[in-house]
């Protein structure tokens, strides 16, 4: 039986009113997403048991409801800001071991020389805080929540703050301690890159509301959600597995569901898990298989599933491939295939984009 994160809150602060309710798994990275203003970090809030109202349960234990409320400092919930909010005057090894020192003993899980080896913070444990990268600081930050042996980690926009070279640099690392460590993670971000590297589990709230939550794949290709989500991202969010390189032609071929695709050569192992991210206008839909030679080298077998609003230029068709994939078309195009929900198309793939992480 999968353990659950369970959150009902209602909040109600002059302008804004968050009320939420849901099932969550108590495991892998959940991503809350949405435009500044949505309610995200008024949630973690909530879920650090710093609002008083409202009903918590995690993998099984009450931590509030009408007749329990859990100290914050008793709930084992770590919590990483967008800023280090590092001691300046303790070095490295101090700032990592300040809440480690304050977890009673019975109840630390994870030690000094754990937590130096996921984050590669061995070399940096005797550095002034002032001595350290924007990156460095948020790994430490990162290090000491977790020496609190949190149950569940809260990360509050945590990469806001620095350049494309560190967030690429500490992605891995968030990625690296949610699979080394088994700790679930709730990040907020209004950043789609790194919604697209790091989720398992989508959140997207809205003036305060959840307007769906679900495994990433589902949400990304929810007809539905194209304004949320964004135009520029609507599509399909796959993992798939290296099967083999072709240096001959600079390929990697890879496996999605026993259906092939080809990329441009990566600098991953085969048997690797890669994250593709493909955008809905990169896919046209044809009836028959190709008859003669094409130039696409991605064809995926699938069926319809659903057909968008049939308004203005273009309509949103929700497909089946084994996972959800989305395809825009024009409404004319709609029209010439005479498709409907069952029918089996073939999705030629244009362009496919690498999400950049080893899963």
């Known amino acids: 039986m999968t353990e659950l994160l369970k959150a009902a809150f209602k909040v109600d602060y002059p302008g804004f009113k968050l009320d939420i309710d849901l099932q969550l798994p108590a495991s892998g990275i959940t991503v809350v997403f949405g435009p500044s203003g949505s309610g995200k970090t008024t949630l973690l809030r909530c879920l650090a048991g710093l609002e008083k109202s409202g009903k918590m349960e995690l993998a099984g234990q009450v931590l509030q409801d009408e007749n329990i409320s859990i ?38 899980r994870l030690h000094l020389e754990d ?51 560190r967030k690429t640099e500490i992605i891995p ?3 690296k301690v949610e699979k080394e460590l088994s700790i679930p993670i709730i990040y907020v971000t209004h950043s789609m890159s790194e919604v697209l590297q790091l989720v398992d589990t989508m959140v997207i709230l809205k003036d305060g509301k959840v307007v769906k939550y679900g495994p990433v794949g589902k949400v990304f290709s ?41 990329v441009p050569i990566q600098d991953i192992s085969p048997g690797q898990v890669l994250r593709v991210h493909i955008h809905s206008k990169d896919v046209s839909l044809a009836t028959q298989p190709p008859e003669g030679l094409t130039s696409v080298l991605n064809i995926l077998k699938t069926k319809v599933k659903k057909i968008g609003e049939n308004i203005g230029y273009s309509v949103d068709i ?18 010439n ?15 496919i984009r690498m999400v950049n992480e080893k899963l």
Do not use: C, W
């Open 115 to 165: 937590i130096g080896r996921v984050l590669s913070l061995e070399k940096l444990q005797e550095r002034s805080i002032d001595k350290l990268s924007g990156g460095e600081k948020q790994r430490v930050a990162l290090g000491r929540a977790l020496l609190t042996s949190p149950k569940l980690l809260l990360m509050d926009e945590p990469l806001a703050a620095l350049d494309a070279q």
């Open 71 to 108: 100290p914050v400092n008793l709930r084992a919930i770590g919590m990483v800001f967008q800023e280090s909010r590092l001691f300046p005057h303790l070095k490295v090894r101090e700032n990592l071991l300040y809440g480690y020192k304050r977890t009673p003993l019975n109840s630390r």
């Open 318 to 335: 929700e497909l089946d491939a084994g996972r959800p994939l989305l395809a825009t078309i024009t409404r004319k195009s709609l029209s």
């Open 173 to 175: 690392f968030i990625r």
């Open 222 to 262: 929810d007809i539905q959600l194209r304004e949320s989500i964004g135009d520029e991202h609507s599509g399909a969010v796959l993992n798939t597995r290296v099967l083999e390189h072709d240096t001959s032609y600079g390929i990697t071929r890879l496996d999605f569901m026993g259906q092939e695709l080809s």
């Open 337 to 351: 295939l005479n498709l409907r929900p069952g029918q089996s198309v073939y999705a030629y793939i244009k362009a």
